[in-house]
């Protein structure tokens, strides 16, 4: 397949009369699935096109179409002009002058070693599979899952940003399920891998049996599990809870078109909102030298991405923008603008987003709570502009006198995540990226969410 980086964009810039943005995107998907050692999905799509985006006199118009021929490309262009001179003369906007801001670079993520067919994938998932089944025979159920990504752009616009991108991510999803005495069945699931296509991420199959060892232990754990005492309780969470609590609760708040719309973020800027151990970053690209698992160098809109200081030692900084928000902010563009399909516009998203780590260590931060919870692996959950938030917690285990005790039957966790932010008294010294997530925000996209461990106090369900 062609690579979209062949196709010369330059050349239809004598097309432009205002100022227009093209972006060719292709999208790969591929699923698989084993139930109990069956074949019950084998799927892939490819997704692809143009769009072209025009701004005139503060209106945005906007066309797309899956054909990427000379002609599809030009008429593309002239239907998102006429489109925004259209809206423009509705008095849709207003005569606002977008940020001269522009950026180049090239991106591919894609592997270098000899593809591995269908086949060749489906049995390293038999083998996985086939692994599970002998070494732990009292389960009830299993199932083994590829979620494979690859999102290729190249973007050109009339300040001649040009850019192009492969960013590809492969995931096994490995769920188990049990029974306790009581004859219910008890539940978990795992993601394992990370940015890369597959021949990258994972070597052999042998390769996942620890962690899946460590699955097995935790869902044994949870045959027995207690219910935990509903109210507020000194919790440790542990690195992929605080992480998704971080994007969800904090993160959407502080994404200026949400601001615009009202977020409670928008009365806080130079207020402190949160510890003074908490310092959150949503970074564009890498961190200490490790890039990161949504990498983005240049936005879809051709902005050069920058890491956005959201708040620093508990006080918050500011917000992530594209151009139009950073305009009426007075503020520079952050490179936050992502689309994930041809057809979408680009929208102010995250990237990857984290609190930092801090100075302590997670046992000593268990040995400090005298009665709570240690809350480990998220499922689902929601948030809003007020900051409140209720996010369900898939696995977790009693803190008794500063030892871990019993695990919890499935729970949620809620509040408001100011609050929260502010009773943050322990912050771990490790970091943890996950590569898993995709966030929902009217279209979804890849993103990726990190951190520490955090000790901090919220209301957990129950009982």
């Not at 394992?192 to 390769?207: C, I, L, S």
């Not at 097995?216 to 207690?226: G, I, N």
């Not at 918050?316 to 979408?344: C, I, W």
């Not at 943890?432 to 901090?456: D, E, L």
């Amino acid at each position: 397949m062609e690579k979209l980086s062949n196709i010369n964009l330059a050349a239809y810039a004598n097309r432009f009369t205002d100022y227009t943005e093209l972006r060719l995107q292709r999208n790969q998907n591929t699923r698989i699935s084993l139930l109990n050692g069956d074949l019950v999905g084998n799927s892939s799509s490819t997704d692809g096109g143009i769009s072209a985006r025009v701004f005139r006199n503060g209106a945005w118009g906007f066309a797309s179409r899956p054909e990427t021929d000379p002609d599809a490309i030009s008429q593309i262009i002239e239907e998102a002009t006429t489109n925004a001179r259209f809206l423009a003369d509705l008095g849709k906007g207003q005569d606002t002058r977008l940020p001269d801001v522009s950026g180049a670079h090239q991106s591919d993520f894609s592997t270098s070693k000899p593809r591995m067919s269908r086949g060749q994938v489906i049995d390293f998932l038999r083998a996985v599979d086939q692994h599970i089944a002998s070494t732990y025979p009292d389960l009830a159920s299993r199932t083994v899952s590829l979620w494979d990504l690859d999102m290729e752009k190249q973007l050109y616009n009339s300040l001649q940003s040009h850019s192009y991108s492969n960013t590809t991510r492969s995931l096994v999803v490995v769920n188990l399920v049990t029974r306790n005495d009581r004859g219910e069945p008890v539940e978990l699931r795992r993601p394992f891998g990370g940015r890369g296509q597959f021949e990258d991420v994972f070597n052999a199959p042998e390769d996942l049996f620890p962690d899946i060892a460590r699955l097995y232990e935790h869902l044994q754990a949870k045959k027995s599990a207690v219910r935990p005492v509903a109210g507020v309780h000194d919790v440790v969470l542990d690195a992929d809870l605080a992480g998704i609590l971080a994007h969800e609760a904090i993160g959407h708040t502080t994404e200026a078109d949400i601001v615009r719309g009202g977020s409670i973020a928008a009365n806080f800027v130079g207020q402190q909102v949160a510890s003074e151990l908490v310092t959150m970053v949503d970074f564009a690209h890498s961190w200490q030298g490790e890039t990161l698992p949504v990498p983005v160098y240049v936005d879809d809109e051709g902005t050069p991405s920058q890491d956005q200081v959201l708040i620093d030692k508990g006080v918050l900084q500011g917000f992530m923008h594209n151009k139009e928000s950073a305009v009426h902010f007075g503020n520079a563009p952050t490179g936050n603008a992502r689309a994930y399909q041809f057809f979408d516009e680009p929208l102010i998203r995250m990237r990857n987003t984290a609190i930092l780590p801090g100075k302590d260590k997670v046992e000593d931060m268990i040995a400090s709570v005298e009665d709570g919870y240690y809350l480990m692996w998220p499922s689902n959950g929601q948030a809003d502009a007020t900051s409140e938030f209720m996010f369900g917690v898939m696995l977790g285990y009693e803190i008794k006198n500063g030892k871990l005790g019993r695990a919890i039957t499935d729970t949620t966790i809620s509040g408001m995540a100011f609050d929260m932010l502010k009773s943050i008294s322990m912050v771990s010294d490790d970091m943890r990226w996950s590569c898993a997530g995709m966030c929902g925000k009217k279209q979804i996209i890849p993103v990726g969410m990190g951190g520490p461990a955090v000790r901090c106090r919220l209301h957990v369900g129950g009982e």
